[in-house]
C-alpha cells in the first residue's frame, strides 16, 4: 500500500530553476511500526529520494535506542568483528582529511563504537560522541559525550565533525548540515556519509536492500543531490569519495524475513568481497562520503 501523500516540490540540482521530476517507488514495510503506509519518490533526474508521508519530527523513531542504529552487538564475537573493521576504517578515514584533526566531534554516533575506535586511533579524548540521549552508549563509558541538545556552547570549536549516517534521518537535511556545520570552527572539515539512492545493488535486492530502511532514513541521496546540498550550504567540496557499508548481511535477512543477528553478520562478512567487487566494477558504491571545507 502507498501512502496518500504527494510528492514534496523540491528544486533540481540538475536541473536550474526546475523541479525534481518524481516517480513513486511505491510501499514500502514500517519498519518502526510506528507510521503506518510508507513509500519513496525519487527524481528521475537527479536521482535524489524523498520518504513519504513527511515526518516534522523524528525523535519518536529512535525512543530508547531501540534500533539498529543503536545496536550493541549481543556477541562478543560480533563486537570483536566489527571492532577490526572500524579500526581499520578509522585509519582510511584520517587518511582522506587534508591534515590530522586535534578536536573532532562525532554527531549521530549511533552506538559509538566507531567514535571510540577513531578516539583509540587519534588518541584518547580527541573525539566526542554526541547523539539524542543524556547518557552515552556503552561503548562510550568513559570517554567523551555530550548530548545534542547540550552542544551549542561548543559550536565553532571541532576542527572536524563527522555526521556518518545522519543526514539521511532527517526531512529537513539542509537544516541539520547547517546546524552540524556550525559546531566546525571556521575553515575546519565536514566529513559526510550517506547511503547512495544509486547503488548498484538496488537492483539486486530491490526493496529488501537494507538502505532504505524506511522510516528511519528520510532523504536518500544520489551524488548529484548530496553535492549539491553540501555546496548550498555554502561548503567547498574538496573529495567525494564511494564507500561500501557491509549491508548484504542485513539485506538478505530482509529478503528471508530473519532476525539481523550474527550469522547474517558472518554472512555479510563472507560476502563482502563481493559487494566490494560490484560496486567498483559498477561505480556505484553503496555508500558515499563528502569531505568539504567548512565555509559561509
Ligand atoms: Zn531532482
Redesign the pocket.
Known amino acids: 500500500m502507498t501512502a496518500a501523500v504527494s510528492a514534496p516540490a523540491?528544486?533540481?540540482?540538475?536541473?536550474p530553476g526546475?523541479?525534481?521530476?518524481?516517480r513513486d517507488l511505491g510501499g514500502f514495510p514500517d519498519l518502526s511500526g510506528k507510521v503506518g503506509p510508507v513509500s519513496v519518490v525519487q527524481?528521475?533526474?537527479?536521482?535524489?529520494g524523498v520518504s513519504l508521508p513527511p515526518l516534522a519530527d523524528v525523535a519518536f523513531l529512535y525512543a530508547g535506542r531501540a534500533t539498529q542504529d543503536f545496536r550493541q552487538d549481543g556477541s562478543r564475537l560480533g563486537h570483536a568483528i566489527k571492532n577490526v573493521a572500524f579500526r581499520r576504517q578509522a585509519r582510511a578515514l584520517l587518511a582522506q582529511l587534508p591534515a590530522r584533526p586535534a578536536r573532532v566531534l562525532d554527531f549521530g554516533c549511533g552506538s559509538g563504537q566507531f567514535t571510540r575506535c577513531l578516539d583509540d586511533e587519534l588518541g584518547p579524548g580527541m573525539v566526542t560522541g554526541s547523539d539524542f540521549e543524556t547518557s552515552p552508549p556503552a561503548d562510550l563509558t568513559g570517554r567523551s559525550y555530550v548530548p545534542a541538545g547540550a552542544l551549542a556552547p561548543l559550536a565553532g570549536s571541532f576542527d572536524c565533525v563527522l555526521a556518518m549516517h545522519v543526514l539521511e534521518h532527517d526531512d529537513d537535511a539542509a537544516g541539520l548540515l547547517g546546524r552540524i556545520a556550525a559546531m566546525a570552527r571556521p575553515g575546519g572539515i565536514l566529513v559526510i556519509e550517506v547511503p547512495n539512492s544509486e547503488c548498484a545493488w538496488l537492483k539486486v535486492f530491490g526493496k529488501a536492500w537494507d538502505a532504505w530502511y524506511l522510516p528511519y532514513h528520510r532523504s536518500h541521496f544520489s551524488r548529484?543531490?548530496l553535492r549539491a546540498l553540501v555546496e548550498q550550504g555554502g561548503h567547498t567540496v574538496l573529495a567525494l569519495h564511494p564507500a561500501t557499508v557491509p549491508t548484504m548481511g542485513r539485506s538478505l535477512s530482509n529478503l528471508v524475513g530473519g532476525n539481523k543477528g550474527l550469522t547474517w553478520l558472518l554472512a555479510g562478512i563472507g560476502l563482502h568481497p563481493l559487494q566490494v567487487a560490484g560496486e567498483r566494477l559498477t561505480g556505484r558504491p553503496s555508500a558515499l562520503r563528502i569531505i568539504a571545507r567548512v565555509g559561509g
Do not use: K, M, N, W
Not at 527524481?43 to 535524489?48: A, F, Q, S
Open positions: 523540491r528544486p533540481c540540482p540538475v536541473a526546475d523541479l525534481c521530476d518524481f527524481c528521475r533526474r537527479c536521482g535524489h548529484r543531490s
